[in-house]
Antibody, heavy 120, light 112 residues
Framework: EVQLLESGGDLVEPGGSLRLSCVATGFSLSDHAVSWVRQAPGKGLEWVSS????????KYADSLQGRFTISRDNSKNTLYLQMYSLRVEDTAVYYC?????????????WGQGALVTVSS | QSALTQPASVSGSPGQSITISCTGT?????????VSWYQQHPGRAPKLIIYDVNKRPSGVSRRFSGAKSGNTASLTISGLQTEDEADYYC????????????FGTGTRVTVL
């Protein structure tokens, strides 16, 4: 059974850093792309970043302006999102979502989300 | 490239059919069949209900159907039920190398 479990959400001050984790079970991160999708309070879904399965290449939304880094640990089958220079507008629930294929397909499984609050 | 355009809200009575539109551009919805739809109940994670424009994952009710014409995709819910009350988002892959996926603005479905 495919499952995604996020952790690491927290309250952080503007300018701070935070790392989210997403443990995947039931499939290998080397076989499928996995993405981070966020949802600000009361707002819609926004794609943040993806890591391809086979090549491990990373893609990011332009709006992040280079502040986030996506990575994975194959031995732990865990995806990470390292966030730097956090802003109030980064406040959101961050979901990790499995792609059906290796990028640009659709998200067939989602985690329960991790809440990141950026506030002083 | 901005979000795909959806109506903010759609409502219907139990048993009725409703349709939600999702309008994009030739760089996303209009460029391929990689359009998907997600249902999200309050406080819950999104759930895939339609992929590849009109395919249903196993376990998703046949009351949900999808279609596409040009740059506009649509989701129809037939035989509306109270449990269908939720937010619905379309999503499309894009031709951009820096914006892999674009979501719709979201539609709140209310069952009257």
């Amino acid at each position: 059974e495919v499952q995604l479990l996020e952790s690491g959400g927290d309250l952080v001050e503007p300018g701070g850093s935070l790392r989210l984790s997403c443990v995947a079970t039931g499939f290998s991160l080397s076989d499928h792309a996995v993405s981070w999708v966020r949802q600000a309070p009361g707002k819609g879904l926004e794609w943040v970043s993806s890591l391809s399965g086979y090549h491990g290449s990373a893609k990011y939304a332009d709006s992040l302006q280079g502040r986030f880094t996506i990575s994975r640990d194959n031995s732990k089958n865990t995806l990470y999102l390292q966030m730097y220079s956090l802003r109030v507008e980064d406040t959101a629930v961050y979901y990790c979502a499995k792609d059906y294929g290796d990028l640009r397909y659709f998200f067939d499984f989602w985690g329960q989300g991790a809440l990141v609050t950026v506030s002083s | 490239q901005s979000a795909l355009t959806q109506p903010a809200s759609v409502s219907g009575s139990p048993g009725q059919s409703i349709t939600i539109s999702c309008t994009g551009t030739g760089s996303d919805v209009g460029s391929h069949t990689l359009v998907s739809w997600y249902q999200q109940h309050p406080g819950r994670a999104p759930k895939l209900i339609i992929y590849d424009v009109n395919k249903r994952p196993s376990g998703v009710s046949r009351r949900f159907s999808g279609a596409k014409s040009g740059n506009t995709a649509s989701l129809t819910i037939s035989g509306l039920q109270t449990e269908d009350e939720a937010d619905y988002y379309c999503c499309s892959s894009t031709t951009s190398d820096t914006l892999l996926y674009v979501f719709g603005t979201g539609t709140r479905v209310t069952v009257l």
